[in-house]
């Protein structure tokens, strides 16, 4: 069964340009050039990847995103010409699975895609049938839901798939190579301190609101997620 991508970029000439090299993949790809649009597409279901652009018009990407991660958790990478760190985590702490600057290379793009697709349609069928807990912590896998004490916590897509790989490995060292594989996957093309990046976001969400350590830094090899 083909893959279907939907594309929402008002630049119509970029918009065909990828939409014939992801034809020529083997996907199938719906357009959208406005925001709005775009939103209404999405949320009417059954595309396995989303490419959003941020600057549009009518509704900008970034609203899309917030709005859509209302109702959904399908991948999405974000489209855009602003290279500057804050407006990255900004996308990428509002739901967004990866982000590509503009111009790109279509080859990096379709393994970002690739990377994209495989995680959001790996199954773990040990982290789907029980809870993962590690003291406080309780992370339900099939209901995608993580709780501190009584207190559930909202975390992205990203975020919680770091945290399911730690709880996994718990009492485990971990090295960042490790979870690049297999959280961003191994053929993820980006900056190599992701992997601390997101380790700060998972602290300040899990740790320091509710004074717990549960995520130890191993100088030198990676992370470690301890139960007390």
């Not at 490790?178 to 700060?200: M, P």
């Amino acid at each position: 069964m083909e893959e279907r991508i939907l594309l929402v970029e008002d630049e119509e000439k970029l918009a065909r340009m990828v939409e014939l090299e992801l034809r020529y993949e083997g996907y199938t790809v719906e357009k959208a050039f406005d925001g709005r649009s775009g939103l209404e597409k999405a949320l009417s279901g059954g595309f396995d990847l989303i490419l959003l652009d941020i600057m549009l018009p009518a509704l900008s990407g970034m609203e899309v995103l917030r709005r859509l991660r209302r109702e959904s958790d399908v991948p999405v990478i974000m489209l855009t010409a602003r290279d500057t760190v804050v407006d990255k985590v900004s996308g990428l702490d509002s739901g967004a699975d990866d982000y590509i600057t503009k111009p790109f290379a279509i080859e990096e793009l379709l393994a970002r895609i690739r990377a994209a697709l495989r995680k959001g349609g790996r199954g773990s069928a040990q982290s789907a049938s029980q809870l993962l807990t590690a003291g406080v912590l309780t992370m339900d896998p099939e209901r995608h839901t993580v709780t501190v004490g009584q207190t559930g916590v909202e975390l992205t897509r990203r975020e919680f798939d770091l945290l399911r790989y730690l709880l996994e490995n718990k009492e485990k060292v971990v090295s960042r190579e490790s979870l690049l594989d297999h959280v961003w996957g191994y053929d993820y093309i980006g900056e190599t301190n992701a992997v601390d990046v997101y380790i700060r976001f998972l602290r300040a969400k899990l740790e320091e609101p509710f004074g717990i350590k549960l995520i130890h830094t191993v100088r030198g090899v990676g992370y470690v997620l301890r139960e007390r």
